[in-house]
């Protein structure tokens, strides 16, 4: 009985961790399970690094409708360059409070379309409530002109004091809340 309750107390633990990997950036530490991860580099993204990880939020749905999530080190994003994009600027200086680059509702988002691109170009803002604050970038989107592919859309948010990256459909954008939510859930179910 002894003997048996030890194999299998032993078998469940290397099944436990031969089904996650463990990954640190910065100071946190997440044991991700294989299913979320990705593990090969991918033509049309960066290449990984030894402080970031890339995972899909939902890995059972179709390819097309993955959404994968880069999470990177503050300090590796957040440079004092002036120039850096606004959504990066809003999502760094989250991090660096250890909240979410935009708390609250996000059902009154302003279409602004790129004075470069217009028809390739733009980008979803929420209206401030504050007078003088600059509108907040929610999302910048893109699309090959004459395409049939949709639009997508880039997200750059914080997660505690990490910045989080991930593209969806701009079709998906009313379900932006729910979507952030579940990276949220997901990364601090992982954490350890």
């Avoid at 032993?10 to 991700?32: D, E, I, M, N, P």
Wanted: glycine share 4%; net charge positive.
């Amino acid at each position: 009985m002894v003997r048996r309750l030890t194999f299998t107390v032993v078998s469940v633990a290397l099944v436990a961790s031969c089904s996650t990997r463990q990954y640190t950036v910065g100071q946190h530490k997440f044991r991700v399970p294989r299913t979320h991860l990705v593990t090969e580099s991918l033509p049309w993204l960066p290449p990984f690094g030894r402080n970031d990880f890339l995972i899909v939020a939902n890995p059972t749905d179709r390819l097309e409708k993955q959404i994968f999530v880069n999470l990177e080190e503050r300090k590796n994003v957040c440079h004092a360059n002036p120039q850096r994009p606004q959504a990066l600027r809003q999502a760094c200086a989250a991090a660096a409070a250890g909240r979410e680059a935009l708390p609250g509702p996000l059902e009154r988002l302003v279409k602004v379309p790129d004075e470069i691109g217009p028809e390739v170009w733009w980008s979803y803002f929420r209206p401030t409530e504050k007078p003088g604050a600059a509108p907040q970038i929610v999302v910048s989107c893109t699309s090959m002109e004459g395409s049939l592919i949709p639009a997508k859309c880039n997200r750059m948010d914080s997660y505690q004091d990490l910045i989080v990256t991930y593209s969806i459909d701009e079709r998906d954008l009313p379900r932006l809340v729910a979507i952030d939510r579940k990276i949220d859930q997901l990364l601090a179910s992982w954490e350890l």
